[in-house]
């Protein structure tokens, strides 16, 4: 638990029943959180301060940021991988403020058909420069979105959204907010939206190529509400 200093170069693991890293602020730099079995944040929760150049990785629990749970603060430069649930929102990371900018989110997972953002989950916050990659939300009732992003409100900006699979937002799914300057290519959605699924808020001056549905319509872009623009 930090609230101030530097912590550098140190591995958390292992934890249970409690946030394994929490900054308050503070400054991790080239730290790992991994393997740990946690509420909100199970490996890193950001309520100020800033981590750089973490890898936070293989970290499980529920309901909200298996890998990284922000609320303000600053992730940068930082890997987040291999998170996993059965149940939550945001397998790898959960925002609901703070900035997320030059990380690679990939190989997050949840496992219930119900829930949403098995890379990343925002209600608020900047998400930027970032690379979404091969994340997944379980099948089952096709009521699961966003593979890559869900975008509940927040920014999204200049981020590669790319091979991630879900029912509906294969690769992003818009609810609220705005993503600006993306490009989401060969994602998969089982229902609609392959590349895009908008429900509400603005997509802006995005690229959207080689996606696909498997069982409806909508491979590239799906629109329900919202604005598109470019």
Not at 169 to 188: A, K
Request: hydrophobic share 35%; charged share 5%; net charge positive.
């Amino acid at each position: 638990y930090m609230t101030g200093g530097t912590l550098t170069n140190c591995v958390v693991t292992g934890c249970r029943n409690f946030r394994a890293l929490y900054i308050a602020p503070g400054t991790a730099t080239l730290c790992r959180v991994q393997r740990n079995s946690l509420g909100n944040g199970g490996g890193l929760q950001l309520a100020g301060g800033t981590a750089q150049g973490c890898t936070i990785s293989g970290n499980a629990g529920t309901p909200y940021g298996v890998g990284v749970y922000m609320s303000s603060g600053l992730l940068v430069d930082s890997l987040v991988t291999a998170n996993a649930s059965s149940d939550a929102y945001g397998a790898g990371i959960y925002m609901t403020g703070g900035t997320a900018s030059n990380c690679f989110v990939a190989s997050n997972s949840i496992a219930a058909w119900h829930q949403h953002g098995g890379g990343v989950y925002l209600t608020g916050g900047l998400l930027a420069n970032s690379t979404i990659a091969g994340n997944t939300v379980a099948a089952g009732k096709g009521s699961s979105s966003s593979g890559g992003v869900r975008a509940d409100g927040g920014t999204v900006r200049s981020c590669l959204v790319r091979g991630n699979i879900a029912d509906y937002g294969g690769g992003i799914y818009v609810n609220g907010g705005v993503v600006q300057n993306c490009v989401s290519r060969d994602n998969t959605a089982r229902q609609q939206g392959g590349g895009i699924y908008v429900n509400a808020g603005r997509v802006e001056y995005g690229t959207v190529a080689s996606n696909s549905v498997t069982a409806s319509v909508g491979g590239g872009l799906y629109q329900a509400g919202g604005y598109v623009t470019n």
